[in-house]
């Protein structure tokens, strides 16, 4: 009787307890509900708009027409893609994609870490905010308004050939010679996201402690070795989460800045596979083709970013 009544009285305690955490859980759902529902227009968004068009991928492996539509076309299998790389022409766009890309990273990546270092070494508020507002400004620019700035200074007949013609006697064509056109396209590029890029370091370097300043101060570090020791090394876990992301988007050139910059006499160079899905697939109706393209782009981009977190993983500063 007394072993019965213990095994009662233990079943009663562990029902009050399941009770009791299933109220606590449920407290906590409701103390989060305006969470939630600040979450679930972000939520709907990306199943809308990024998860359920992914469905449309199945074109890559048919024969996509428009009467027959994403289900009835033929299957195809992987002929698409071999078409694509026997192709001349799809090997070059992946290499022109490839080549501006990741120039694009490691040579536009550093700028928004040191720039954000110089803006918060600024004592003078006033001359701060004015620096902050001038660099984070060309971010809130179109490309087209972009490109026709860039275009007025690098033309034939631009400001900086005017320049150029009186030094030099005659203009450059800056935009029509390949390894310039590479340099406008990355100077351009960085001048337009540098400074909105750099709100995240700047954001990252409040949070070190001054005190490892004063530290460093005191054992007679100056301002190099502060920088070296202490804002770099603080920076680190925000500039690995940043490269691990950059590094997914590789083989994504954005068509609007190629698009708006680009000539024949450059395509060897400037023709990349976002330019080439607007003209082939959109403009030619090449659907299958390019949606072979844009998944290609989209597996190479996945497998760079798992690389680079399995990498950033050996010194603990894995994304996941």
């Known amino acids: 009787m007394n072993n019965q009544q213990a095994w009662d009285a ?97 040579v536009g990546f550093p700028f928004p870490i040191a720039l954000a270092i110089m803006m918060n070494e600024v004592r003078k508020t006033w001359f701060k905010r004015t620096v902050q507002t001038l660099v984070y400004l060309p971010h809130f620019f179109s490309w087209v308004v972009v490109g026709g700035i860039v275009l007025t200074l690098f033309s034939q007949g ?4 005017e320049l150029v013609a009186k030094l030099l006697g005659e203009p450059y064509a800056f935009l029509f010679h390949e390894w310039s056109w590479i340099s406008i396209f990355l100077g351009s590029g960085i001048w337009k996201e540098a400074g909105f890029s750099a709100i995240i370091y700047l954001a990252a370097l409040t949070v070190i402690d001054p005190s ?16 070296w020791h202490v804002t770099l090394p603080g920076l680190s876990p925000t500039i690995i989460v940043m490269l691990i992301l950059a590094m997914g988007r590789v083989m994504e050139v954005g068509f609007d800045q190629v698009y708006v910059l680009q000539n024949s006499i450059v395509a060897n160079i400037s023709e990349v596979i976002s330019t080439f899905i607007y003209q082939a697939g959109l403009q030619g109706g090449q659907f299958s083709l390019t949606a072979a393209l844009g998944l290609f782009e989209s597996v190479v981009g996945l497998v760079l970013v798992v690389i680079t977190n399995a990498i950033a993983r050996r010194f603990n500063k894995e994304l996941w």
């Open 212 to 227: 490892l300043y004063e530290a460093a101060s005191i054992d007679g570090a100056g301002k190099w070795k502060q920088m």
């Open 10 to 106: 233990g079943l009663q305690e562990k029902k009050l307890s399941t009770q009791r955490r299933s109220l606590w859980n449920n407290r906590r759902f409701r103390q989060n509900v305006p969470l939630w529902l600040m979450f679930l227009p972000v939520a709907v968004f990306y199943i809308l708009f990024k998860y359920t068009p992914m469905l449309g991928l199945v074109i890559a492996f048919k024969n996509y027409t428009f009467y027959e539509g994403i289900w009835g076309s033929q299957w195809v299998g992987f002929d698409n893609f071999t078409n694509l790389f026997t192709q001349a022409q799809s090997v070059q766009i992946i290499r022109n994609t490839l080549v501006l890309s990741i120039l694009s990273v490691f």
């Open 158 to 161: 631009g400001m900086l050939n």
